[in-house]
């Protein structure tokens, strides 16, 4: 597998990063929790695993800084990533609280 940080190192990746924060200049994250913070950070909303084709056509996000560290440890520790919305809804689509229930039925018996 090749290393992904030198990914990080090409042009294609230095124009993606600049476009995104052009497009997108403010964080994600903060923003759905009504903060109004500068992005300097873009982030893979899915995990690229290394792939290239991952890395350079998957969906991109700005963060900044502080979200950008924070959910990613989240993520190592749990696998799934913890910021919430402005209603406590977890963002992550991993999160238990965001799969489809399978099998359960919320009739009362
Ligand atoms: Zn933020």
Not at 87 to 99: A, D
Request: hydrophobic share 30%; with cysteine.
């Amino acid at each position: 597998m090749t290393a992904p940080h030198r990914y990080y190192k090409t042009r294609q990746w230095y124009e993606l990063r600049r476009l995104q924060l052009a497009n997108e200049p403010w964080c994600r994250i903060c923003a759905r929790l009504g903060r109004h913070t500068r992005a300097t950070t873009v982030d893979h909303v899915r995990r690229h695993f290394g792939n290239a084709e991952a890395f350079f056509n998957g969906p991109l996000q700005s963060l900044c800084a502080v979200c950008h560290s924070s959910i990613k440890r989240a993520f190592e520790l749990s696998g799934h990533r913890s910021a919430c919305d402005v209603n406590g809804r977890p963002l992550s689509r991993e999160h238990h609280w965001n799969r489809p229930r399978r099998g359960i039925s919320n009739r009362p018996r």
